[in-house]
């Protein structure tokens, strides 16, 4: 005999638990099914985000950071150390302390909020009469059923074809984040989120990065003065960013990972690296749902096929996070979770997809959210840029990082915002600001008038907004 729920979630990550947890609150008799383990076997909700993505990548951003200014940057504050050196497998530890403690915060939520949670894989047995029967895999194998069923199962780094993932020499975001000791050099396929942040990390403890991009752009889907402010900043750190390549074989042996690639000049090149990061993207994980079982549509990439409002083609079955169309952000799929539980519960949840903000955690931090400049004059939308530098900013120049800037692009009739986009320090806080202000279709004047605390990195939101109407104050 099944148990009986009223919603099963099968997903423990970002989307899942949260869509478990507000459903619970709402009254729902609900149960998430996660199959994350921590090393001694024991459940380990949040997905890739808390295990092996979000979470434990800031963890090793945070040590590296410090490492960084210890080494180049205390001296100016008339700090002196001797014999500086890095522990990996101390920060390493540091880093799995603050997964664990993600962990279990998130099974103490269960706890609190009355959610069932079955540790184990989740897959479709069958459908009848609008029920959903869902086999548990785990300790023990058990069934439970339910009329609404919420797929939460994320995605998985995708390999380049030919070269799997061995997590040794050849190693995906999870690889990444386990290095046990600094590479003398580090090759990176890919200029993305994932390839930046890691490459960051492992360059501020003194390996040699060199990243391959096929794109002939730096961060084509950044505004491209933001994207140009970046990457003079990378470059100056020491990053190497080759563009346009496109990458041929790929050996490993004992001496680590050889590359062969041809450059943009259509130059023959290898590159000879200790590891090598492949950060080329993610593919919807529903690998084991059983979907055929029934009948759940799927597209050509494996996503689950969904309308605006997350349903799929089965009645009372639901999908959100990275498994479906759109940007594959934790925070998105949190957005997607609340609503799917309140419109199970006859409510209006929304999500509005032109506000949700885009942030990369290298130094200078990249955040934005909206339209970039190059997306209104391809739309041919008639607009207002402003800008502002963090070098004239009073609390940049204290803190001793002043690169990077703000720039508010906006409607050239009516001054509504359209788009904020931000490199510079702390730019994943300034960011919120903006989404607020987008939410309430505030204008830039709007944002020029309200008063910001004096001495803030905050400022530089404010005198980027005076830029739209050529009238900043302090630049």
């Not at 009355?114 to 479709?124: I, L, P």
């Not at 689950?304 to 998105?332: F, Q, S, Y």
């Not at 989404?435 to 905050?458: G, K, N, Q, W, Y």
């Not at 980027?464 to 050529?470: E, M, N, T």
Request: hydrophobic fraction near 40%; include cysteine.
């Amino acid at each position: 005999m099944s148990k009986s729920f009223d919603v099963i979630v099968i997903g423990g990550g970002p989307g899942g638990y949260i869509a478990a947890i507000r459903a619970a609150q709402l009254g729902f008799n609900v149960a998430c099914i996660d199959e994350w383990k921590n090393d001694k076997g024991g459940p380990a909700p949040g997905g890739t985000c808390t295990n092996v993505g979000c979470i434990p990548s800031k963890a090793l951003l945070q040590s590296s950071e410090h490492f960084e200014q210890a080494g180049h940057h205390f001296a100016e504050h008339g700090i002196g150390l001797k014999d500086l050196s890095i522990d990996v497998p101390k920060m390493l530890a540091r880093k799995d302390t603050v997964i664990k403690q993600n962990n279990d915060g998130i099974l103490y939520l269960f706890k609190k909020n009355k959610v069932s949670f079955f540790h184990g894989r989740g897959s479709f047995v069958k459908a009848a009469e609008g029920v959903y029967e869902v086999q548990v895999s785990g300790e023990k194998t058990e069934t439970i059923a339910a009329k609404q069923v919420i797929l939460a199962t994320g995605s998985q780094a995708r390999a380049l074809p030919g070269v799997p993932f061995d997590e040794e020499l050849i190693l995906s975001n999870d690889g990444a984040l386990r290095i046990g000791g600094v590479p003398k050099k580090l090759g990176l396929i890919g200029s993305g989120v994932i390839g930046l942040e890691m490459g960051s990390v492992w360059r501020r403890l003194g390996a040699e990065v060199t990243i391959l991009e096929g794109l002939p752009t730096f961060l084509g889907a950044v505004d491209e003065q933001i994207a140009k402010e970046a990457h003079k900043a990378f470059t100056k750190q020491g990053l190497k960013i080759e563009l346009g390549v496109k990458v041929g074989e790929v050996k490993t042996g004992k001496k680590g990972v050889s590359v062969a690639y041809t450059d943009a000049k259509g130059a023959e090149q290898r590159l000879e690296v200790d590891k090598l990061i492949i950060s080329i993207g993610r593919v919807p994980n529903t690998t084991g749902l059983n979907a055929e079982a029934v009948g759940l549509q799927l597209d050509e990439r494996g996503a689950i096929v969904v309308d605006d409002e997350c349903r799929t083609n089965l009645p009372g079955v639901w999908a959100v996070g990275d498994v479906v169309r759109g940007p594959m952000l934790a925070h998105k799929a949190e957005e997607e979770g609340v609503a799917v539980a309140e419109r199970i519960a006859g409510q209006h949840g929304h999500v509005n997809f032109n506000t949700i903000p885009w942030v990369i955690y290298t130094s200078p931090e990249i955040a934005w959210v909206g339209q970039t400049e190059q997306q209104l004059k391809a739309a041919g939308r008639a607009y207002k840029a402003g800008t502002f530098p963090f070098m004239a900013n009073g609390r940049a120049r204290a803190l001793g990082d002043t690169t990077g800037m703000v720039k508010f692009l906006a409607d050239a009739t009516s001054d509504e915002i359209l788009g904020v986009h931000i490199v510079g320090p702390f730019a994943s806080e300034l960011i919120a600001e903006a989404v607020v202000a987008m939410e309430f279709r505030a204008s830039a004047e709007d944002i020029a008038r309200i008063c910001h605390a004096h001495p803030s990195l905050s400022e530089a939101t404010k005198e980027a907004a005076l830029a739209v109407d050529k009238r900043t104050l302090n630049f």
